[in-house]
């Protein structure tokens, strides 16, 4: 089967053919049917630090992976030929750094990884809740703890951030967001956000009970600092940058909570599958060939993408 490879940083995606892969106890064979495209496919290329956490070289890509279960291994209860289920990215290997990923035509994962797809949901948006769907819900239901009534901001409405701004929105929040882009403004309108700027540094002095940053952009950081209320908190999960800017006087008068999140757990992958399923999230979702990750890959690398890229396969 074909798969896109990295070889290794600042090498370029590489299309190989690799062979289909058996599973061993414990584990099952997918049929990829889709898998979503991310920013941290742009790391893993480009910077140097990524190479730490992968594994093997070369490895195949993609860790947003949904599709069917066409062999069991040995020893696999629980799961059988024909389930639709999504791959936890931060299961017992991470798919693309411990094994290789999605962007070939099968996945070899381990069975206490699988999320089953509830009836009626697309493997695109699947695929998507695996990862961006998971880390925003973990970023703001649980890490922000966002509750009915409080006063939240939500910094960055790509792929992650529009995920996160209307859990927010279906947790009873008053949501105020911040995005550049005028397309992203617009669709933040549509997800019931209170307010849209075009400046994080907008939202300076309004008092919010939390702030997720979703860019991590220099500057973000900081005005997120300054939009919180006194003993507010502020959750760092985007990485636009790998430094960010503070003043250290804001941080101490403001009393600021700063937690970092990163991830979830398969409660938050099923969570977001109930809201895709019945329609409460609705994600802006460009699907892709095969053929067309390398171009993907391109506009992640120069933020040309409103919203998700998805590899239909």
Known sequence: MTAWQWTGTGNPLTEATVPVPSPGPGEVLLRVRAAGMC??????????????????????????????????????????????????????????????????????????????????????????????????????????????????????????????????VLLGAEVHAADPSPAARELGESLGVTRVVAD????????????????????????????????????????????????????????AVIRGSSGGTKSDIEAVYRYLADGRITPVVERLTFDQVPEGIDRLRDGRVTGRLVVSM
């Open 39 to 168: 920013h941290s496919d742009v790391g893993e290329l480009d910077e140097p630090s990524w190479a730490a956490n992968i594994h093997q070289c070369p490895i195949t890509l993609g860790h947003e992976i949904a599709g069917d279960v066409i062999v069991v291994g040995p020893g696999v209860t629980g799961v059988a030929v024909g389930d639709r289920c999504g791959v936890h990215p931060l299961g017992a290997t991470v798919p693309g750094y411990g094994r290789d990923g999605g962007y070939a035509a099968y996945h070899l994962a381990p069975a206490t990884d699988l999320v089953p797809l509830p009836d009626g949901l697309s493997y695109e948006l699947g695929a998507l809740g695996t990862d961006a769907g998971m880390t925003s819900h973990h970023g703001v239901a649980v890490v922000a703890g966002v509750r009915a009534g409080d006063r939240v901001g939500i910094i960055g409405l790509g792929g992650l951030g529009q995920v996160g701004a209307r859990i927010a």
């Open 200 to 255: 994080a540094a907008e939202l300076a002095g309004a008092g919010l009970d939390s702030v997720i940053d979703f860019a991590g952009f220099g500057s973000t950081a900081q005005a997120a600092v300054r939009a919180i209320r006194v003993g507010g908190t502020v959750v760092m999960i985007g990485m636009g940058a790998h430094t960010s800017e503070l003043v250290t006087a804001d941080v101490i008068h403001q009393k």
